[in-house]
């Protein structure tokens, strides 16, 4: 199980799309290619952005499948970050 | 080119000043004032400001500034950016709760500082800010990824307090919207790709459903989405088109993925921009809570493409 600390990286609000590049290529792809879960971890942010989500989860949806979302945790997300994240989940999803 | 500054220009009523924009004679700029009242929305000054920098000194010219609240043009910050000697003095009064002055912003990076500094510079409750800063961030990166200019976005803001309204410009001299969509979709006109532009799940950089790992095509929809639910002004101008998304008068709101449903008027036989503008008007007191716009906006979003991939679905041939 790895864990992926946001808020290090990005601050309270996370919008700059190339850290959520760097995000998914340097730690959440490594991660599920050695078959570990990966947990998203969003303390302390108070917000995010539909672009910066997609950047960090959409390509693997597109890469993995669907089945990548049961290996994935968003933890301590408040109801906007858990919006946004469903919203790029679903449209995904109805895009694959 | 010219431009002239009338008395009054807002989002509502900003086709006149749109329409008296001369592109011609693109090296040089003539900047006219109305000689009594100006009260102009932040997109004004962002497109002089745009329209300027890129200009050799000496070629922008300004006639004599008359009007009482032409301190308001020095404040913002639009001289220093045409590098005019506007003669005008003025104390610096503390910025917050006013006002997000001129700013060119031209990276990621700046980009990340500007949205750091600019919510305690509007003075705003946390609540009020999430959708602006939100709107800002997705506006300029948009301008960064796709507008291919040389000199990144303008950007301004301001805090009415009478109306409760922020209201925000941005403009670039970028590629324009024609040419960022064409290159993945088949588009006839300016009017077509602002369309194009503003539909859910369509992007400039592909073709594709879903677009690319780095970019969706929702963008300019969530925004139009914020201000549909908001009863705002959203302006898009781009090439010779003109989108403005009306005020809602329905009480029930809908969403739509097309935005020629949504209430609106369009123009396309403006004055040339080389580039894009966009306008919006955020009116806090119809503010609607943050996860409720985007709750409204997952659903249109999910349901627009199932529809168009169920209208790309393969029928079966019956033969008799």
Known sequence: ?96 | MKIHIPNSAFLGNINPFLYGFDPTQPETLELTTNKKWMSVHPIVLCMITALGIPLIQGNIRCDTLEAKSKHYLERMGLFKFLNIDSGIKIQEHELAGRFIPLTQIENSDQLSHFIQDMTPLLHLEPKQAEPIRYIMSELIRNVLEHSLSKYGAIVSAQYHDKSKTVRIGIADTGIGIYNSIKRSHYVMSDMEALQLALTPGITGTTAREGGTDYNAGAGLFFIKSIAVINRDFFVLYSGKALYKLLKRREEVVRLYADPLKDRHSKAENMPYWQGTLVGIDISLENLQQFPILLEMINKTYSKTIQERRKAQYKQPRFIP
Do not use: W
């Not at chain 1, 539909?50 to 089945?67: A, E, N, T």
């Open chain 1, 1 to 96: 199980m790895s864990t992926v600390k946001i808020f290090p990286l990005t601050g309270t609000f996370a919008e700059n799309k190339d850290t959520a590049k760097i995000i998914r290529l340097d730690q959440i792809i490594p991660a599920l290619s050695k078959g570990d879960s990966v947990i998203l971890d969003f303390e302390k942010i108070d917000g995010v952005t539909q672009s910066f989500m997609h950047v960090l989860i959409s390509d693997l949806i597109r890469l993995y499948g669907p089945g990548v979302i049961d290996k994935i945790s968003f933890k301590a997300c408040n109801e906007t970050v858990q919006k946004i994240v469903t919203i790029v989940i679903n449209y995904m999803q109805e895009s694959l």
